[in-house]
C-alpha cells in the first residue's frame, strides 16, 4: 500500500513562508501535486508537476508558490511565499501513476492577518 505523507504545514503570519513536503512510500508517480481545501468547499488544485518536471499553478498561487520533485526521494515540495490569510487550508498531497490516485492525510495551513 502506498501511503503519502505531508509535513511541514503550521501557523505563519501574513507576507511569510512555509515550505510543504510530501514523500511516497514507494512507487514512483508520474505525476504529484498539491491540492487545498477550506470547510464547505471543494478540493481544488495549487499546483502540480511532472516526473519530467513540466509544472502548472492555480491562478491564486502563481508568482507565489513553486512546486519540485525530487525523484530520487520520491518526495514533492511546496515552497509558499508571500503568504496570505486566503491561503489558509487544509493542503493535500496527490500523487498519480498506472494504478491510479494516491492522497496524503492532508497538512494544516494557517495564514493570520
Known amino acids: 500500500q502506498v501511503q503519502l505523507v505531508e509535513s511541514g504545514g503550521g501557523l505563519v503570519r501574513g507576507g511569510g513562508s512555509l515550505r510543504l513536503s510530501c514523500t511516497a512510500s514507494?512507487?514512483?508517480?508520474?505525476?504529484m501535486g498539491w491540492y487545498r481545501q477550506t470547510p464547505g468547499k471543494q478540493r481544488e488544485m495549487v499546483a502540480s508537476?511532472?516526473?519530467?518536471?513540466?509544472?502548472i499553478y492555480s491562478d491564486r498561487v502563481k508568482g507565489r508558490f513553486a512546486i519540485s520533485m525530487d525523484n530520487a526521494k520520491n518526495t514533492v515540495y511546496l515552497q509558499m511565499n508571500s503568504l496570505k490569510p486566503e491561503d489558509t487550508a487544509d493542503y493535500y498531497c496527490?500523487?498519480?501513476?498506472?494504478?491510479?490516485?494516491?492522497w496524503g492525510q492532508g497538512t494544516q495551513v494557517t495564514v493570520s492577518s
Open positions: 496527490l500523487g498519480t501513476n498506472h494504478h491510479g490516485n494516491f
Open positions: 508537476i511532472t516526473v519530467t518536471g513540466a509544472s
Open positions: 514507494a512507487s514512483i508517480f508520474a505525476v
